[in-house]
């Protein structure tokens, strides 16, 4: 595998650690909840990666740990962006009231 | 099949687009107005970073692996495997999301957030096996999978504690510290003999640990073994009013193993969005640690609630009250301020609470809502729960906002909240010492909703219940929010 070079690599890592830190630092503490459920999402990326190496996998042993990864990977993918959206339902104006639940 | 070269670039120019719409996404998601299309954005980038990859990890296994060596055949038979997987993984998760009630939200972020760091691992697994990084990368997935098997467990031990399905105080024995840290450093061992182990491996390390008693594979399991084992150690300790920070730094956690990982496995998209999480999440886990005024290795290593304070006499008693006295009381107050907990949450009451709002504002009393920063069981759970039942934001304030305010209350209403309105945070000595709380007890008269005359989260005692002005009202939230609501409208 062709790996990146480390330098670039290092660079971007440091801008998108400063970049996540200031996107959370202006938010208010109601927001807290979604937001962290909102990151757990944005990890489930973790999911490409383990698609990649299921894709590439050339024995029995390395396609069932591939697989597993697939599986919690894309479970993290769809249940963070459920979990995600059902909070922030909560906080949409547009439809308030136990009435409006039953919409969604 | 596409040229590699080509179709690389298409696959990392949708990554890049995938990035800014995360980034994006979180940026919306600081507002409560656009915080819904916020998540819509990133599922619309994790849509395309996914497909993407199914596309081009088919059509051109080059755009990943430059020269990879596998034939078609068990390249189709992974595709296959992958999309049952997909189906698998992300049809159950989404099934059981869509389903758990709102008060089960917390332990839902943890569990979701496990499997992420379990996929980490198992990604950082895969590269260890293959071994065909130079070791430098391979030293970043060593690390990667110590923290997404952390990750995964701790975050297993979080989800079956706040559950229920597991005893929620903390289980402490005798020198734990010391068999937690044993425990760290004999899986960093495995870790570095996974490493160093040459084997014949391409690009490992010139130098050939002879392990006498272990092969490479075996070192292997039991690195990821000794991970697991630590991440159970690491959270079996805490207590449940702790998880919320600790759900939030193990969230963290797998986004700097999923970042790791995107070193080892030359992903973009991964080194970006895990080193996001891992900011923001450590940055999130640090607020919320603030505003219990305790430090994250205070949560982590005192096991907080494990021991009770002693020689401390309540001087008075419980004294309850009727519910129609309550409402006569709530009915002549001009301000009334209600301070909600996790209690209310449990009984579903916050539609009964927006109801008796409603009553109350009618008849001209200002009704205010005062939000500790960690009542319930995460930041911001409150302001979920009353947003749902319809209250409207500029009601809730922030207990920085609104604790001057509960001198000039009339009636200051804590619904099932105990350890966030709890006075002895201000004695020394007690457990809860230095921990910010709401000021109900400043308000001429105290209420307080609570089903039994149990302890809260932390277990200690409360002063506020054994106050002159307190009057305690026992019974499920819900049902003594809607008696009230009945009695109000009759007056």
């Known amino acids: 595998m062709t790996a990146i070079d480390p330098i670039s690599a290092g660079f971007i890592a440091v801008l998108a650690a400063f970049t996540g830190y200031e996107v959370i630092a202006r938010v208010p503490s109601l927001l807290h909840t979604p937001l962290m459920s909102g990151s757990n999402f944005i990890h489930g990326v973790v999911l490409v990666g383990a698609m990649v190496a299921l894709a590439f996998a050339t024995n029995p042993a390395e396609q069932v740990l591939g697989f597993v990864a697939v599986v919690l990977g894309a479970a993290n993918v769809t249940g963070g962006y459920a979990v995600t959206d059902r909070i922030l339902e909560m906080f949409d104006r547009s439809k308030k009231g136990p009435g409006a639940k039953k919409e969604g | 099949m596409l040229d590699p070269t080509y179709s690389g670039y298409v696959k990392d120019g949708v990554y890049i687009l995938a990035t800014i719409l995360f980034i994006y996404a979180l940026h ?108 430098g990368y391979l030293g970043l997935a060593v690390v990667g999978g110590l923290i997404g098997s952390v990750s995964f467990a701790g975050s297993l031990i979080a989800f079956l504690k706040l559950q229920g399905w597991m005893r929620q105080k903390p289980i402490t024995f005798p020198g734990q510290k010391t068999i937690n840290i044993l425990v760290l450093l004999a899986a960093i061992v495995f870790g570095a003999v996974t490493l160093l182990n040459d084997s014949g491996h391409v690009g490992a390390i010139g130098t050939s640990v002879a392990i006498p008693v272990v092969g490479i594979n075996t070192a292997l399991l039991l690195f990821f073994v000794l991970g697991l084992g630590y991440g159970f150690m690491m959270a079996i300790p805490i207590g449940g009013a702790d998880m919320p920070v600790v759900i939030s730094l193990f969230n963290a956690f797998t986004g700097m193993a999923v970042a790791l990982d995107g070193f080892a496995t030359s992903n973009y998209a991964m080194i970006v969005a895990g080193m996001l999480v891992g900011s923001a999440g450590s940055l999130l886990t640090m607020l919320m640690a603030k505003a219990m005024n305790r430090s994250i290795s205070n949560v982590l290593f005192s096991a907080f609630g494990a021991t009770e304070e002693t020689g401390v006499e309540m001087k008075g008693s419980m004294k309850p009250i009727e519910a129609a006295d309550v409402a006569a009381l709530l009915a002549y107050a001009g301000k009334v301020i209600i301070a909600p907990g996790y209690g209310m949450a449990v009984a579903q009451a916050q539609h009964k609470v927006k109801e008796m709002m409603d009553v109350l504002e009618k008849k001209d009393v200002v009704v205010k809502f005062a939000i500790h920063p960690v009542a319930g069981r995460m930041p911001g759970h409150m302001n979920v729960l009353l947003a749902e ?42 457990p809860l010492f230095g921990m910010p709380i709401l000021d109900v007890d400043a308000a001429k008269n105290v209420i307080v909703l609570k089903r039994g005359q149990g302890k809260g989260f932390a277990g200690v005692e409360n002063d506020l219940f054994y106050k002159d002005n307190t009057r305690m009202l026992y019974g499920d939230a819900q049902e003594t929010v809607a008696k009230l609501v009945q009695e109000l409208k009759k007056l």
């Open chain 2, 389 to 430: 039942a319809g209250v409207p934001y500029d009601h809730l304030y922030d207990r920085d906002e609104i604790n001057q305010e509960f001198a000039s209350a009339d009636v200051a209403m804590v619904i099932g909240a105990n350890d966030v309105v709890n006075p002895a945070a201000r004695r020394q000595g007690s």
């Open chain 2, 28 to 135: 919306e998601m600081s507002n409560p107005a656009t915080a819904r299309k916020g998540v819509l954005w990133a599922g619309a980038g994790m849509f395309l970073a996914v497909l993407v990859t199914a596309v081009f990890s088919g059509a051109s296994p080059g755009a990943f692996v430059p020269g990879i060596n596998i034939s078609q055949a068990q390249l189709e038979e992974n595709l296959g495997l992958m999309a049952i997987a997909i189906a698998i993984g992300g049809g159950l998760a989404y099934l059981w999301a869509i389903r758990v009630k709102m008060t089960d939200m917390p332990q839902m972020v943890a569990i979701y957030n496990g499997m992420g760091g379990g996929a980490a691992a198992g990604i950082a697994a895969l590269a260890l096996i293959a071994r065909t990084d130079p070791v």
